[in-house]
């Protein structure tokens, strides 16, 4: 009997169970303490900046400096969050422990600067390299590793939102589209709340948003629907809107990266270059708003994110701007995330759609937040979470519907290269589990070259 009972799946259960979380514990506690860290210097950079605003003239210069402190102490860190999938996917190469203080350094000297970058990048980066730094000392097999290195994208992300069951769900999800990896459950879900706890216990808080109330729609179907059809209709509209924007923001990072790389020789030359223009569009546009994080106003009336979920409070093109700012930054070399100048670009282009279509104001610039997310990242369960998460359950299903069609329209792209694809968006097209999103591209292009090729001589006869 108490073989039996040793045996059972329920008993297994809980020794999994104990193993894990006495695993996960101290990684998520460590990476909490560094996401303070990082929140913390990255609060005294931007207070910085906006005390003093010609600091951004330097930002060409900052540039250099984060290019030769790759070159010279982590090149094999510039992979940044591709490295850690790359790992996840085919363990071997390992995520140096440069990779952490590295990118919250530069990050930090970005944001100083006004480079337009986010945190979410940071923060998986340093989870991720600190659980590869854990595995080791704990002797983890190369299966386990793959555990933790995910749990540690949890910690990190959950952390740095405030979002714990958002990060677990995007640690699973981000890494294979139309696949859910189940075998970190339980890992990922204690490390993101680990996180944010420790963060929270460490008295950093974390930014607010609110949803106004939404009235009741009156229309021919409210007598048999409890749900405002017409408002419906527009929400998908405008999250086709999100997913097109989802795939012009993932599009254009890759694209200018390309484009300097290819005309640009020395290297050094391509930040530096890339400051210079972030420096000329602030200097033509006449304000700072579209520099840094885009949380908080360098000064009263400036566009940001809390003040996009208000009437009035963006412009019809921020996020074009920030679209355009970030995509500049990011592709020229500067260190950060993608996710916050995202959530930028997805709420001011929501409050833009919502005057368009005589649509609630904050709820749309809530959409826009999550679906541009969703659609960036192929993300759109984490996504719908999110929205739970920071504005309530009251519309969660506008929040699924906003998230899954943005991720539709995004098509076959996103911002993490390493992804692979399970279960592609075009359906008649094959998966293929082991082919990450680069892979997948170039193999169309092909397709699409020899067919081009083949009208071209069939023209021709």
């Known amino acids: 009997m108490k073989n039996q009972l040793f045996k059972s799946s329920q008993f297994l259960t809980l020794k999994h169970l104990i193993r894990w979380t006495s695993i996960t514990l101290p990684i998520a506690f460590v990476i909490g303490c560094m996401i303070t860290l990082f929140l913390w210097l990255l609060n005294l950079a931007i207070n910085f900046r906006f005390g003093h605003q010609y600091i951004y003239y330097f930002l060409p210069l900052a540039g250099i400096a984060i290019y030769f402190a790759y070159k010279w102490w982590g090149s094999k860190s510039a992979g940044g969050n591709n490295l850690i999938m790359d790992e ?5 190469g390992g995520v140096p422990k440069a990779m952490a203080p590295l990118i919250l350094i530069t990050t930090v000297v970005t944001q100083l600067f006004g480079g337009s970058v986010g945190r979410e990048g940071t923060a998986v980066q340093i989870g991720g390299s600190l659980a590869q730094m854990f595995s080791k000392w704990f002797k983890l097999s190369p299966e386990d590793n793959r555990v933790i290195l995910t749990a540690g994208i949890a910690a990190g992300f959950g952390a740095v939102f405030g979002t714990p069951l958002t990060g677990a769900i995007f640690a699973m999800e981000v890494l294979t589209i139309g ?19 420790t963060v929270l216990a460490w008295g950093v808080h974390h930014e607010t948003y609110h949803i106004a109330i939404v009235p009741a729609g009156h229309n021919v179907l409210s007598a048999y629907l409890p749900l405002d059809v017409v408002l419906l209709a527009k929400v998908i509209v405008a999250s086709i809107a999100f997913g097109l ?7 254009s990072v890759h694209g200018v990266k390309t484009i300097f790389n290819r005309f640009i020789a020395t290297k050094w030359l391509i930040p530096f270059l890339g400051g210079l223009i972030v420096i000329g569009l602030t200097l033509i546009i006449g304000k700072p708003d579209y520099l840094g994080l885009g949380v908080r106003a360098p000064y009263p009336g400036a566009v940001t994110i809390s003040s996009a979920f208000q009437a009035g409070g963006a412009h019809p093109m921020s996020w074009l701007w920030k679209t355009i700012y970030t995509t500049l930054t990011l592709g020229v070399g500067f260190k950060g995330g993608e996710v916050t100048p995202l959530f930028y670009i997805g709420s001011t282009l929501g409050n833009t759609l919502s005057t368009l279509m005589n649509a609630p104001v904050s709820l749309f610039a809530a959409l826009g937040f999550i679906a541009v997310f969703a659609g960036a990242t192929n993300t759109p369960l984490a996504s719908t979470f999110m929205g739970i998460e920071l504005f309530g359950s009251e519309y969660a ?8 069609t943005a991720y539709l329209f995004s098509g076959e792209s996103g911002i993490y290269s390493s992804q692979r694809i399970a279960v592609p968006k075009i359906f008649d097209d094959e998966g293929d589990p082991t082919e990450s999103i680069a892979e997948a591209e170039h193999r169309r292009q092909k397709y699409v070259q020899k067919k ?10």
Do not use: M
């Open 179 to 197: 696949r859910i990896q189940y075998t970190a459950l339980i890992p990922c879900l204690v490390a993101a709340i680990v996180g944010d706890v």
């Open 88 to 92: 996840i996917h085919n363990p071997g």
């Open 245 to 251: 924007t989802s795939y012009l923001f993932a599009e």
């Open 452 to 461: 081009i090729a083949k009208y071209r001589v069939n023209r021709k006869k």
């Open 397 to 404: 299903l506008f929040f699924a519907v906003a998230c899954f």
